[in-house]
């Protein structure tokens, strides 16, 4: 029977943590005292088995822990409830890594679009992507369809909603993505607009529709917020789409980063994936950002690289440190950073672009019809 | 415009909680500096407000802030975003509560049928209800249904799925529940089987009518699995149905166990919330217990009262003290402590519902046809 493998990181001692790793892997297993188990082929295949235990560092251990890939039915909300639904209670647990075999991380299938079809969708060759925001939320759908169109002005590639426009009063949903498409479209611009989904599963269908119906093939979905199933049902449903992926919810769960915004949600469909930078807002280590952007774009069992959409703060000055750090397989987020540029936004919009294709590789001999160079 | 007030925990410094405080009203409002905000109406009914800072204890300070209602949806899933959604990423902060008006509460709805619909569901009068659970993963539908057959042989109010079972290849959801259904019909017992709900809003209506057609009118969910947003559909949509939640993935979330277990669960429809009991397998304290409890049943908004189902790792011996704790309007919850009598699990059921009743309280003066006394 095939097994996955968890890796959690446990805050313990020597004396215990045998113990306390074996216990762990009954609770993320059967959830019962083994020794009342008289059924032989759960205690041969069901069971949680504990494989290695290494201490890191003093006090901090970490424990490998086989577990039937049966119970994770494989489906993506039982799959997070076998890996970690209730160990999440206790708070010196955290789930660092799940090595699941090929044929499951395949069945998910991964991105459908992934890195190429998002460049090939904003038409940028050989450099990174730039992406901003359409903000504050309280604005009505015109403001943020004028604030889109000097985005475009400016080049931007992508232009998300902040991920707190949802369905309000102040700027419903299908209202919103059609004076956004709309202003687009009279300003010429390429930019894609990626509208944000929120509800249960059928508004973020009716949703997904409206937005096709506006030309509009992107969406942003916080898979934490949706429940994993249901994104990864959209996925499924809407192959033309393109998923980015939002944190919201994600940094709570004491689950590592890498795992969680970079392995799992590529697996579930994410074709790019926000994350907070390293020296923002938020307080992700430099080893955090690298590690999440190799899950999202290293070798997983064939899928897609997602793109790692590096957040939370940045600001134009920050491009070429940001292009160094991630390369140009990657999508900038810049949002608050320009429109505090306010009535200078497109401006600020254009140079951001600039920035972004400074880093611009010229295409190599492969390339159809250039010169080599 | 309405407020709510999100009230938050801080691990800081009195010379930098200030500014903190501020940052947190704006990330869960504008997400971008204000100064770059011209709209007026944003800036006087949009961007959060910081209402008190206190220190409880040096270093920890509690922070209350208005958030505006109208950027809720007022929707779960969008609820919790804007509580908490980039906020919990900061691993210093913890959601502690949510002050809702009652109108949004009431919205809402709160538990459909409540602890009195549970009580007349099971018959259990002046007395606390109990709870038993089907394990281990990996048995047959049939396997289980011959569990469940004991437990309701000793005479347990509630049988539910461990929660882990979901709609794997060995005990697929219809063949179980069926299996459970016709286990239980068979010996009579009162026994009600709350199967578990898994996959997307689509799987799990599937499920609940499913279910339904065998006569179970009550189902467990993983609220923080599904997404809120799909777990309110569900009761909305299933008004006849009870609904118990269990806290998988909720343990991680940085949100004081008693709003999210307690408050807001209740309010998107659990009439009865699972949580580990203190001195069980996990390590939440009494006084967080009766917090849940609190907040599962005290005055909300005039909603009904959602049951406490304190569980993870008891015991019969248990029972008295925990009957002492939480009073009789409670379910107890013994999975594993029962199964571990391993083939004297009807009497050890039979034994767990003496000490159940051995709590009952005669009917008083108002009940019909009874003596006083």
């Known amino acids: 029977m095939p097994r996955l493998t968890a890796v959690y990181r446990i805050r313990g001692e020597a004396a215990s943590i045998e113990a306390r790793a074996q216990a762990l892997a009954v609770e993320q297993s ?3 005292p083994v020794a009342a188990i008289a059924d032989a082929g759960v205690l041969r295949d069901i069971v ?7 201490e890191l560092v003093p006090g901090q251990f970490e424990v490998r822990i086989g577990l039937a890939v049966a119970t994770t039915g494989p489906e993506p909300g039982q799959l997070l409830n076998m890996l970690f639904g209730n160990s999440s209670i206790h708070d010196d ?14 069945g998910f299938g991964g991105p459908r679009r992934g890195l190429e079809g998002l460049r ?3 038409g940028a060759v050989g450099r990174a992507m730039s992406c901003s925001a359409l903000k504050p ?5 015109d403001a943020l369809g004028a604030i889109a169109a000097r985005l475009g002005d400016g080049g931007i590639d992508f232009v998300k909603d902040d991920h707190g426009l949802a369905d309000q009063a102040y700027s419903p949903f299908a209202r919103r993505v059609a004076a956004v498409a709309a202003a687009l479209r009279r300003s010429g611009a390429r930019t ?3 509208p944000s989904l929120s509800g249960n599963l059928d508004d973020m269908r009716r949703q997904v529709r409206l937005a096709r119906d506006e030309g509009i093939d992107a969406v942003l979905v916080a898979p934490m917020i949706a429940g994993l199933a249901n994104f990864h049902a959209l996925v499924r449903e809407f192959p033309g789409v393109g998923f980015m992926t939002h944190p919201a919810m994600a940094g709570a769960a004491r689950i590592a980063p890498a795992l969680l915004l970079g392995k799992l949600l590529r697996m579930l469909g994410a074709d790019a994936t926000v994350f907070p930078n390293h020296g923002g807002r938020f307080g992700y280590t430099p080893e955090t950002c690298r590690a999440i952007a190799d899950a ?8 897609k690289p997602c793109v790692p959409v590096p957040a939370g703060g940045m600001t134009p000055e920050r491009v070429p440190e940001m292009l160094d750090f991630y390369g140009r397989d990657t999508m900038l987020l810049i949002g608050g950073g320009l429109l505090q540029a306010r009535e200078r936004l497109a401006e600020a919009a254009a140079a951001f672009t600039r920035q972004v294709k400074a880093g611009q590789v010229k295409a190599g001999p492969a390339q159809a019809g250039q010169i080599a160079g």
Chains 1, 2 share one sequence.
């Not at 999202?296 to 899928?303: H, K, M």
């Open 296 to 303: 999202a774009r290293g070798p997983l069992a064939g899928l």
């Open 93 to 106: 647990i955290t789930l660092h890594d799940a090595e699941l075999p090929d044929a499951v991380v395949q």
């Open 30 to 32: 059967v959830e019962m």
């Open 192 to 194: 894609c607009y990626v």
């Open 137 to 141: 939320q309280g604005l009505a759908p």
């Open 48 to 54: 949680g088995r504990v494989e290695t235990i290494a």
């Open 120 to 122: 090939a969708r904003c």
